[in-house]
């Protein structure tokens, strides 16, 4: 065999072992009921967001997750009234409180339950296996971030659910108060990870690990 012939080859094998690192990974769909709370009384818990606010937001918090496979998929949305919550509840902290005031008959077992409110004391977070998120969350701005903080903030503690811890580097989706969305490798296995457990029947945990 010619030299050419060896070198023509060796390329061939490493174009091929190139395009296989970089084949997209296999798409986890995750449900999620998303809930647009509503309140007479307590204006802090009515948010203004609409339909039309979230096919936007999530359509960039899904951006954001394609760098992991992962696509999170809407119900159709819920306008939920939220419940009067109770003398003691009121003196709670606010994840209790806000806890609280989800009508159980809204509440989804089977998806990741997204709630949008007015104000917040953070921008959002992530309680007891549910996700709050205000609509006038705010944030700073870093270079190549997210140029919205509602999708970045959604996105961030989706990140939380889906079992990721902050981590303060500007520019990564975990940190604290910023635009970035970038995700390493270990954050996308365990993500991806998590998002297979909540896609199993609920026939008792078993570990599972998926590309």
């Not at 977070?125 to 140029?147: E, H, I, P, Q, R």
């Not at 580097?169 to 970038?182: E, I, K, P, R």
Request: with cysteine.
């Amino acid at each position: 065999m010619q030299r050419t012939d060896l070198l023509i080859i060796s390329w061939l094998l490493a174009s091929a072992a190139t395009l296989q690192a970089t084949d997209p990974l296999p798409v986890l769909t995750v449900p999620v009921r998303v809930h647009l709370m509503q309140s007479v009384t307590q204006a802090r818990m009515n948010t203004t967001l609409t339909d039309t606010d979230v096919q936007r937001i999530f359509g960039k918090v899904n951006k954001v997750w394609s760098q992991a496979g992962i696509h999170f998929d809407p119900e159709p949305l819920l306008k939920t009234t939220a419940l009067e919550v109770s003398a003691n509840e009121k003196l709670k902290n606010e994840f209790e409180r806000l806890k609280a005031s989800l009508p159980p008959a809204s509440h989804s077992s089977k998806a990741i339950n997204v709630c949008y409110v007015k104000m917040l004391e953070p921008n959002g977070f992530y309680f007891a296996g549910d996700v709050f998120v205000k609509d006038t969350a705010s944030l700073k701005k870093v270079a190549g971030g997210l140029d919205e903080p509602i999708p970045r903030v959604t996105a961030h503690e989706l990140g939380h659910a889906l079992g990721l811890k902050h981590r303060q580097n500007v520019t990564n989706l975990m940190a604290s108060g910023t635009t970035g969305f970038s995700l390493n490798e270990e954050e996308i296995k365990t993500a991806r990870n998590a998002a297979a457990m909540l896609l199993q029947p609920k026939m008792g945990a078993k570990s599972v690990s998926v590309p």
